[in-house]
Antibody, heavy 120, light 108 residues
Framework: QVQLQESGPGLVKPSQTLSLTCTVSGGSISSGGYYWSWIRQPAGKGLEWIGRLYTSGSTNYNPSLKSRVTISVDTSKNQFSLKLNSVTAADTAVYYC????????????WGQGTLVTVSS | EIVLTQSPGTLSLSPGERATLSCRASQSVSNNYLAWYQQKPGQAPRLLISGASSRATGIPDRFSGSGSGTDFTLTISRLEPEDFAVFYCQQYGGSPPYTFGQGTKLQI
C-alpha cells in the first residue's frame, strides 16, 4: 500500500519561497512509471492542481503558477519536492502530494496534507 | 483550459435516499477522462470514480458514475451516514492542466 507524507515549514513570510517535501513509502518512486503531483486547497475552497513530475525528471506545471513553481525528485530518498517562490497570502493553503493513477487521468493516492500559512 | 461547474452547490438529503450530483464541462472532456472524489473534513480527497464510470478499488457499488462529453453525473443509490461529505469532479484533457470543479456539499 503506497503512502505519501508531506513535510515542511507551516509558516512562510511573504515574498519568500515555500518548500515542501513528499516522502513516499510502500513502493519505489522510480518504479512503475507513475507521475507524482502537488495539489493545494485554500481553506473552505476547492482544489487546484499545481504540477506533476515523472520519475525521469520531466515536469508539467499549471500555467497559472508556472513562473513560480519547481517540482523535483530525489529517488535516493524516495521523495519529491515542491518549491513555490515569491509567495503571497493567496498561497496560504493545505498542500497535498498525490500519485497520478496508472491511467494518468486521476489521483489515486494522497498524502494527508499540510497547512502552509503565508504571513509576516 | 476546461472549466468544470458542479451543481447543486449544496444538497440536503437523508440516509437511505438517492443522491444525484452533476458536473458540467465548458467543452467536451476527451475520452471521458473524468474522475470523482469524496472529501470529508480534515481529510484528503478519496478517489471514487475514474474514467467517468469505473469505481476505484474498494469503493462500494452504491456509488456510480455516468455521462460523456460535457455532462457527467455521480449517483449514490442509498445514502449511508458516512457518505455525507464534499464531492469534487476532476478532468484531464489528455495533457495538463488537470482541473477540478468547485465541489458539491452533501449534507444531512
Amino acid at each position: 500500500q503506497v503512502q505519501l507524507q508531506e513535510s515542511g515549514p507551516g509558516l512562510v513570510k511573504p515574498s519568500q519561497t515555500l518548500s515542501l517535501t513528499c516522502t513516499v513509502s510502500g513502493g519505489s518512486i522510480s518504479s512503475g512509471g507513475y507521475y507524482w503531483s502537488w495539489i493545494r486547497q485554500p481553506a473552505g475552497k476547492g482544489l487546484e492542481w499545481i504540477g506533476r513530475l515523472y520519475t525521469s525528471g520531466s515536469t508539467n506545471y499549471n500555467p497559472s503558477l508556472k513562473s513560480r513553481v519547481t517540482i523535483s525528485v530525489d529517488t535516493s530518498k524516495n521523495q519529491f519536492s515542491l518549491k513555490l517562490n515569491s509567495v503571497t497570502a493567496a498561497d496560504t493553503a493545505v498542500y497535498y502530494c498525490a500519485r497520478v493513477g496508472r491511467s494518468v487521468v486521476d489521483f489515486d493516492y494522497w498524502g494527508q496534507g499540510t497547512l502552509v500559512t503565508v504571513s509576516s | 483550459e476546461i472549466v468544470l461547474t458542479q451543481s447543486p452547490g449544496t444538497l440536503s438529503l437523508s440516509p437511505g435516499e438517492r443522491a444525484t450530483l452533476s458536473c458540467r464541462a465548458s467543452q467536451s472532456v476527451s475520452n471521458n477522462y473524468l474522475a470523482w472524489y469524496q472529501q470529508k473534513p480534515g481529510q484528503a480527497p478519496r478517489l471514487l470514480i475514474s474514467g467517468a464510470s469505473s469505481r476505484a478499488t474498494g469503493i462500494p457499488d452504491r456509488f456510480s458514475g455516468s455521462g460523456s462529453g460535457t455532462d457527467f453525473t455521480l449517483t449514490i443509490s442509498r445514502l449511508e451516514p458516512e457518505d455525507f461529505a464534499v464531492f469534487y469532479c476532476q478532468q484531464y484533457g489528455g495533457s495538463p492542466p488537470y482541473t477540478f470543479g468547485q465541489g458539491t456539499k452533501l449534507q444531512i
